[in-house]
């Protein structure tokens, strides 16, 4: 099976069996979109929904943001066969992982399911929020997913317990 691997700001689109597009999630959001019919589908990866109003973004950034995300990658399957009103979605991510970081990943997933409301693609899955990060993984030709909790983080780093001073007379040189 053929692996494609995916990072934030990225996007694929596959018509070819045995093909797995796959990606790793904390707040970030992944939009799985498939036409069926034409058997072709593609998966994002981004960071966050939209930019605040007003807020100028560089072009270099703008595949951060799910608004340009999405149209990337709906124009990319559209390029390649499928038909916009065959798409159906699947959406993944949207943790939030960060303490510090607020609500950022539940906004994140409200933006994507705003946008396919908005454009009249219908969600038939979705595996968002929570507290953990995701390791995704989408076989665009079958339509199928799976969603897996990333329990295999690195363990912290220990620091060693401190040496107790030794008592008594210390000579330094």
């Known amino acids: 099976m053929r692996r494609i691997s995916i990072i934030q700001g990225e996007h694929a689109v596959v ?9 790793v ?23 966050l ?10 072009v270099q950034d703008r595949q951060r943001y799910g608004l340009h995300a ?42 994507a399911r705003r946008f396919l409301q908005t454009e009249n693609i219908p969600l038939i899955h979705a595996d968002v929020g929570g507290t953990h990060a995701r390791r995704v993984e989408f076989l665009p030709v079958e339509g199928k997913a799976r969603s897996t909790a990333v329990t ?6 220990m620091r060693p317990a401190p040496v107790p001073a030794a008592s008594g007379d210390l000579e330094l040189f």
């Open 152 to 157: 295999d983080a690195p363990p912290p780093v």
């Open 25 to 47: 999630l904390g707040s970030c959001i992944a939009v799985c979109l498939r036409d069926g019919v034409a058997r072709i589908g593609g998966m994002n990866h981004f960071l």
């Open 70 to 111: 999405m149209e990337l990658l709906i124009n990319a399957l559209m390029g390649r066969g499928a038909v916009r009103s065959r798409l159906t979605a699947q959406l993944y991510g949207g943790g939030n992982v960060v303490a510090g970081l607020g609500t950022i990943g539940q906004s994140n997933a409200d933006f």
């Open 49 to 58: 929904g939209e930019p605040d109003p007003g807020h100028h973004i560089s």
């Open 15 to 23: 018509t070819e069996p045995d093909t797995v597009i796959s990606t």
